[in-house]
C-alpha cells in the first residue's frame, strides 16, 4: 500500500488563483479529513468525510471546497486563494480494523499564496 | 467547544531521562479518545498513544506512557529512556468519536529537545 499520498508537496499561489490540492489513498478507507498547520498551532480541522458522497465541514471550512466521488480520494479546492491561507495542509484518512483505530496522515502540502 | 490546552511550549530533556508532557482539555462528554501525535522536522505526523477515555487503564506503549486523570480532563505523556529520535513536536490531540473520524482538535504542541 502506498498509504496517503498529497500532491503536490510545495505551491505556490498568487492571490485569487485556484487550485486543487490532491488526496488518495489506496487502504479503503471510509473517513477521510483535511487539516491546515500554521506556524506555533496545532493541526486544524477543514473538512472532512465519512464516505462517498458525504462529506462536512470542519473548523475553518471558509474558503475550501471538497468533493468525495469516490472512496480513495478526496480534494481539497481553493477557489480563490487568499495570503491567510498560506498553511501546510495535511490529510488523512482512518482504518478501523478489530478493536483499534489508526489515523494516517499524508506528508503533507506546503502552500504559498503571494 | 472542545479545547486541547499545551501549556509547555518547550521542554528539554537529557538523552536516557524521562519527561513528561502536560495536556488538558475540556470537554462535555462522557465518551471520548485522546491521541498524541510526534510530527518530527520530515512533518509527518505520527502516532505514538491513544487512550479510551472509558478505560480506567492507563495506555502504554513501549517507552511511552499516558496518565490519564478523567475528572481533571489531563492526559500527560510520559517518554522514558529518551532518545535523540525522540526530538520533534508532540500534539495532543480530542476526539468525541473512536479514531477522530469526526476530526481531531489538537493542542498547540509542546517543542521537546534531547539533550546529548
Known amino acids: 500500500n502506498a498509504g496517503v499520498t498529497q500532491t503536490p508537496k510545495f505551491q505556490v499561489l498568487k492571490t485569487g488563483q485556484s487550485m486543487t490540492l490532491q488526496c488518495a489513498q489506496d487502504m479503503n478507507h471510509e473517513y477521510m479529513s483535511w487539516y491546515r498547520q500554521d506556524p506555533g498551532m496545532g493541526l486544524r480541522l477543514i473538512h472532512y468525510s465519512v464516505g462517498a458522497g458525504i462529506t462536512d465541514q470542519g473548523e475553518v471550512p471558509n474558503g475550501y471546497n471538497v468533493s468525495r466521488s469516490t472512496t480513495e480520494d478526496f480534494p481539497l479546492r481553493l477557489l480563490s486563494a487568499a495570503p491567510s491561507q498560506t498553511s501546510v495542509y495535511f490529510c488523512?484518512?482512518?482504518?478501523?480494523?478489530?478493536?483499534?483505530?489508526?489515523?494516517?496522515f499524508g506528508p503533507g502540502t506546503r502552500l504559498t499564496v503571494l | 467547544a472542545q479545547t486541547v490546552t499545551q501549556s509547555q511550549p518547550e521542554m528539554s530533556v537529557q538523552e536516557a531521562e524521562t519527561v513528561t508532557l502536560s495536556c488538558t482539555y475540556d470537554t462535555s462528554e462522557s465518551d471520548y479518545y485522546l491521541f498524541w501525535y510526534k510530527q518530527p522536522p520530515s512533518r509527518q505526523m505520527i502516532l505514538v498513544i491513544r487512550q479510551e477515555a472509558y478505560k480506567q487503564q492507563n495506555a502504554t506503549e513501549n517507552r511511552f506512557s499516558v496518565n490519564f486523570q478523567k475528572a481533571a480532563k489531563s492526559f500527560s505523556l510520559k517518554i522514558s529512556d529518551s532518545q535523540l529520535g525522540d526530538a520533534a513536536m508532540y500534539f495532543c490531540?480530542?476526539?468525541?468519536?473512536?479514531?477522530?473520524?469526526?476530526?481531531?482538535?489538537f493542542g498547540k504542541g509542546t517543542h521537546l529537545i534531547i539533550q546529548p
Open positions: 490531540a480530542y476526539s468525541p468519536m473512536r479514531g477522530g473520524a469526526d476530526g481531531l482538535t
Open positions: 488523512a484518512s482512518i482504518s478501523f480494523r478489530g478493536s483499534t483505530d489508526t489515523q494516517y
